[in-house]
Every structure is written in structure tokens, then in C-alpha cells.
T-cell receptor
Framework: AQKVTQAQTEISVVEKEDVTLDCVYE???????LFWYKQPPSGELVFLIR??????QNEISGRYSWNFQKSTSSFNFTITASQVVDSAVYFC??????????????FGTGTRLQVFP | NAGVTQTPKFQVLKTGQSMTLQCAQD?????MSWYRQDPGMGLRLIHY???????DQGEVPNGYNVSRSTTEDFPLRLLSAAPSQTSVYFC??????????????FGEGSRLTVL
């Protein structure tokens, strides 16, 4: 069965530190998508990135970068030079081949990131 | 630019009462879904719909009912509220039409407490 594990419940850093949020997934499918979402204190979830199982290239967007490794079933998220505005709960999610017509996402339990000034 | 609108934002119920959480989107999205968020559990899918007139169960459907009579609306009904249904509920939508993006647009959430 599909599963997403975010072992880090809460991480605290000081502004300008780099931080990596871990995500490990389980799936029997060879075709799947992985996602990261951000939930700021306001509560609304915001889409950050999508990665398909055939594309293992790392991606960088400003201070955000994502490292996808199929060999370890991981899709980790790094924030470089963290800022107070990065404080949020971050969710990793998975969508499998059978559900690829439905946008059904399986979410991890989330990692709460607190960035202190 | 409304996006996904959920009402009410807060609700307190007594055990056994019924209620409906409303969800409306104005983006002409075909796919809509309901999640509940509980501490330590992440978000779990309750029900989803790939278009008007079509609904299906997610991971935790028991105690909930949905319908999709229009593209815009996807209400979630609690038939007989139980304390275990105390949670924050999120409605989400996406383009659908067989185009999988995983880019769900979420509402602000509805916090429900069942006493």
C-alpha cells in the first residue's frame, strides 16, 4: 500500500540556517507523482512542487530545492538561508498510477518548521 | 478572486447532530475533494468527485456523505456527529479533466468540534 513518512515532527532553526525536511514514500507503482505543500499559520495549504517518478533531476526554485532519489524512495526538501516567513507546516504527498486521473493525494503527517529571528 | 470557499469556518456540534459543510469553487474545476486534518495524522481523504454527478470514497468515508449536483459545489454532510469527527476539514479542487497536476487548491478550512 502507498504511504508517505515524514519522520521529523518539528524542526526549529535560527534565521539564515539551511534546513532539510525529509520525506520517504512507499509505493508498488512504477509511475507516480510526489508533491510538497506548505501550510502557513493562516491554515490554507499551498502547492509548492510536483515531481514524476521518471524525472530524478533535482529542482531548485530560489531558496528552495528538492532532492528526489528513487534508490532510497526519498523526496527531500531543503530551504537555504531560512527566513521567518518560512515558518509553516510542510506536507509531502504521493499520487499513484491508478489514481492519476483523480488527483487523489496521500499526505504525510507533516513537519512543522519554526524559524526564529 | 474567490477560489475555494468553505463555510462555516467554525462550528460546534453536540453528539448526534447533523450538519453540512459547504464548499464552492469558482475556477470551473472538475475535481473536488474533502480532507480532514488531525494532529499527528496529516491530511486524510474523506470523499472525492471527478465531476458533477460522480463521487467516490476516500480513506476515511464513514460517517460522511457527499453529493455533486453542480461543478461548483461539493457539500460534506455529517449524518450523526461523533466526538471522533472533531477535526479541521479542508475542501480542495483541481482542474481534473484527466489532466493530473496534483496542484490542489485548498479552502481555508472548517474547524469542527463535536461535544
Amino acid at each position: 500500500a502507498q504511504k508517505v513518512t515524514q519522520a521529523q515532527t518539528e524542526i526549529s532553526v535560527v534565521e539564515k540556517e539551511d534546513v532539510t525536511l525529509d520525506c520517504v514514500y512507499e509505493t508498488r507503482d512504477t509511475t507516480y507523482y510526489l508533491f510538497w505543500y506548505k501550510q502557513p499559520p493562516s491554515g490554507e495549504l499551498v502547492f509548492l512542487i510536483r515531481r514524476n517518478s521518471f524525472d530524478e533531476q533535482n529542482e531548485i526554485s530560489g531558496r528552495y530545492s528538492w532532492n528526489f532519489q528513487k534508490s532510497t524512495s526519498s523526496f527531500n526538501f531543503t530551504i537555504t538561508a531560512s527566513q521567518v516567513v518560512d515558518s509553516a507546516v510542510y506536507f509531502c504527498a504521493l499520487s499513484e498510477a491508478l489514481d492519476l486521473n483523480t488527483d487523489k493525494l496521500i499526505f504525510g503527517t507533516g513537519t512543522r518548521l519554526q524559524v526564529f529571528p | 478572486n474567490a477560489g475555494v470557499t468553505q463555510t462555516p469556518k467554525f462550528q460546534v456540534l453536540k453528539t448526534g447532530q447533523s450538519m453540512t459543510l459547504q464548499c464552492a469553487q469558482d475556477m470551473n474545476h472538475e475535481y473536488m475533494s474533502w480532507y480532514r486534518q488531525d494532529p499527528g495524522m496529516g491530511l486524510r481523504l474523506i470523499h472525492y468527485s471527478v465531476g458533477a454527478g460522480i463521487t467516490d470514497q476516500g480513506e476515511v468515508p464513514n460517517g460522511y456523505n457527499v453529493s455533486r449536483s453542480t461543478t461548483e459545489d461539493f457539500p460534506l454532510r455529517l449524518l450523526s456527529a461523533a466526538p471522533s469527527q472533531t477535526s479541521v476539514y479542508f475542501c480542495a479542487s483541481s482542474l481534473g479533466q484527466g489532466l493530473v497536476t496534483g496542484e490542489l487548491f485548498f479552502g481555508e478550512g472548517s474547524r469542527l468540534t463535536v461535544l
